[in-house]
């Protein structure tokens, strides 16, 4: 069973930083293509960042020089620096693979706000 499990969002002033954490069970890691994804109130899913099997990389424009993705196959985790936050980066954020096929989680809320 597929589970995605994703952490370390919270309140932050603009301008603050958040590292979210994404532990991935029941999929191989290590062959998939993860990325996070943000859903912000009113508006649809959105892909922010990916990251390949060999660590390329890739941004939203939105994100492009603030966030970064990395990722731990040892511990089948994902994780999402964010840096520089600004009031629209506001949103549930979640990871799946990419494309997004299996499942979403429970997401973990960022809210930037001062």
């Known amino acids: 069973q597929v589970q995605l499990v994703e952490s370390g969002g919270g309140l932050v002033q603009p301008g603050g930083s958040l590292r979210l954490s994404c532990a991935a069970s029941g999929i191989a890691f290590r062959l998939n293509v993860m990325g996070w994804y943000r859903q912000a109130p009113g508006k649809q899913r959105e892909q922010v960042a990916t990251?390949?099997?060999?660590?390329?990389?890739t941004y939203a424009d939105s994100v492009k020089g603030r966030f970064t993705i990395s990722r731990d196959n040892a511990k089948n985790t994902v994780f999402l620096q964010m840096s520089s936050l600004k009031p629209e980066d506001t949103a549930v954020y979640y990871c799946n693979i990419v494309p997004p096929l299996y499942a979403w989680g429970q997401g973990t809320q960022v809210t930037v706000s001062s």
């Open positions: 990251i390949n099997t060999a660590g390329t990389t």
